[in-house]
Antibody, heavy 118, light 112 residues
Framework: QVQLQESGPGLVKPSETLSLTCAVSGYSISSGYYWGWIRQPPGKGLEWIGSIYHSGSTYYNPSLKSRVTISVDTSKNQFSLKLSSVTAADTAVYYCARRRGYALFDYWGQGTLVTVSS | QSALTQPASVSGSPGQSITISCTGTSSDVGGYNYVSWYQQHPGKAPKLMIYEVSNRPSGVSNRFSGSKSGNTASLTISGLQAEDEADYYC????????????FGGGTKLTVL
């Protein structure tokens, strides 16, 4: 059974960098598929942030591209998200997920709430 | 890339059928058969219910079905049950960015 688990600070100050890691178990990232990050502001809808292939190729939402970096560490079977220059608008539940094919996410982490506040 | 358009809310009585629409453009929904639907209960992660317009993952009830016509995709739930009450999101591949994905704004389903 594939499982994903997000981890990272729950509180980030404005203008700083949000950093999250997604640990994957039950499947080796090196075996394939894309891996992605999706966020959901409180009471709002889902927003795709970006995806990464096990080789390291990355694909980002154009609206966030200038601030986002997604990386993968196959030795630890995990991938990470960095979002720079955060504001209150970046407050959201952040999910990591396995992306299969062109646009479906079949396994999701439980999500982690990140609040941007001083 | 603009969000796909979904109705904010739909409702139905137990046993009835409901349909949720998801409208996009020829750059996403209308151009590709890569539409997915997710169910999200409060405080939980989204769950994949339909992929590639009309395919159900293993374990998803056959009461859930998907279709597409032009730029609009639809999710139909038949034989409504209380546990179907949740938020539903559509998503689609979009050619507006490399391997891009766009989500709908979400629809709150209330089972009366």
């Amino acid at each position: 059974q594939v499982q994903l688990q997000e981890s990272g600070p729950g509180l980030v100050k404005p203008s700083e960098t949000l950093s999250l890691t997604c640990a994957v178990s039950g499947y080796s990232i090196s075996s394939g598929y894309y891996w992605g990050w999706i966020r959901q502001p409180p009471g709002k809808g889902l927003e795709w942030i970006g995806s990464i292939y096990h080789s390291g190729s990355t694909y980002y939402n154009p609206s966030l591209k200038s601030r986002v970096t997604i990386s993968v560490d196959t030795s630890k079977n995990q991938f990470s998200l960095k979002l720079s220059s955060v504001t209150a608008a970046d407050t959201a539940v952040y999910y990591c997920a396995r992306r299969r094919g062109y646009a479906l996410f079949d396994y999701w982490g439980q999500g982690t709430l990140v609040t941007v506040s001083s | 890339q603009s969000a796909l358009t979904q109705p904010a809310s739909v409702s139905g009585s137990p046993g009835q059928s409901i349909t949720i629409s998801c409208t996009g453009t020829s750059s996403d929904v209308g151009g590709y058969n890569y539409v997915s639907w997710y169910q999200q209960h409060p405080g939980k992660a989204p769950k994949l219910m339909i992929y590639e317009v009309s395919n159900r993952p293993s374990g998803v009830s056959n009461r859930f079905s998907g279709s597409k016509s032009g730029n609009t995709a639809s999710l139909t739930i038949s034989g409504l049950q209380a546990e179907d009450e949740a938020d539903y999101y559509c998503s689609s591949y979009t050619s507006s960015s490399t391997l891009g994905v766009v989500f709908g704004g979400g629809t709150k389903l209330t089972v009366l």
